[in-house]
Each structure stands twice: as C-alpha cells, then as structure tokens.
C-alpha cells in the first residue's frame, strides 16, 4: 500500500488493520508520534491528515486516504510557529506527550485562527499532559495564533 507522510510517498508491506501508528514508527521509522495509552484517550499518538487531528493508535494504516503530517514534517527551514511558541513559552516537561500536543494545537488554528481560552481548553482536552503544562500550552497557543495572524 502507499501512504504520503509529510510530503514523501512511501511504498509499505502492511497489514490493513495495523495501526497508522505502528506503521510510522515501525515500518517507516517516524518517532515523533508517541505510544502513550493505545485506546485514543491521551493524544500522544497524535498527526494530522487532511487538517483534522486524528489518535493514529486508532486508525488503521489501510483507512488513511489522505496526506499524513506528523511533528517531523511540521516544520520547514524554520520552525512552525506554534513549534516557535512552545519553545518561548517553555512548554515542554518531560516533553513525551508535546508531539501530540502540538499537533493537536496545529489543527485548531487551522480551523480556529483566534481561539478563546474555553475553545483552547475544549480543543485540547483530550491530549493529556502529566506533567500539567496546560497553562503554558494555552499560552503558547495565543501565541502562536498571534503570529500567524501577523500580530
């Protein structure tokens, strides 16, 4: 089967029904993604395809239709800005479940340009963070909603 992950078309031997995310950290060798509860629940399997976040622990490889976008193609020669706003807000802890987080954050602002906090909250309730960064994870998200507004 074929399946673009961050722009590059892979040619792979799999299961239909195996995971996305094993099909990109084992096949593939995409790390970002993490292993975190394997039910969808904590986020930290996160990527996006077609602009949508979705728990690739909970999707089969053989539904995926569209590009995936995981953190590893996220950023160009420069860091995305949400990337930019969780280094300057110093988001990141332990850092293992920050992968899916930023994800998550990509894909509210690309359907949430200016989010509130309730929005923000609601967005990213279901990405778990251990470490409790939540406060500064909603202020990295302000952050980088404003600049990619130009603000």
């Known amino acids: 089967m074929k399946l673009t992950v961050n722009g590059r078309e892979h040619s ?3 299961e239909a029904e195996m995971p996305l995310l094993w099909a990109l950290r084992d096949i593939l060798d995409i790390k970002g993604p993490k292993f975190g509860c394997g039910v969808g629940l904590c986020g930290a399997c996160t990527v996006i395809i077609d602009g949508e976040a979705i728990r690739s622990c909970q999707t089969a490889v053989g ?3 569209g590009p995936v976008l995981t953190i590893e193609g996220l950023a160009g020669s420069e860091l995305h800005p949400v990337q930019q706003a969780w280094l300057e807000e110093q988001v990141a802890q332990c850092g293992y479940c920050q992968a ?3 994800m998550n954050a990509v894909a509210l602002l690309q359907t949430n340009p200016s989010p509130g906090d309730d929005e923000i909250d609601a967005a990213m309730a279901d990405n778990l963070c251990r470490c409790g960064t939540y406060p500064r994870i909603r202020a990295a998200i302000h952050k ?3 600049k990619l507004a130009g603000v």
């Open 12 to 14: 792979l031997e799999a």
């Open 63 to 65: 539904d995926v239709e």
């Open 100 to 102: 899916g987080q930023i």
């Open 144 to 146: 980088a909603a404003a």
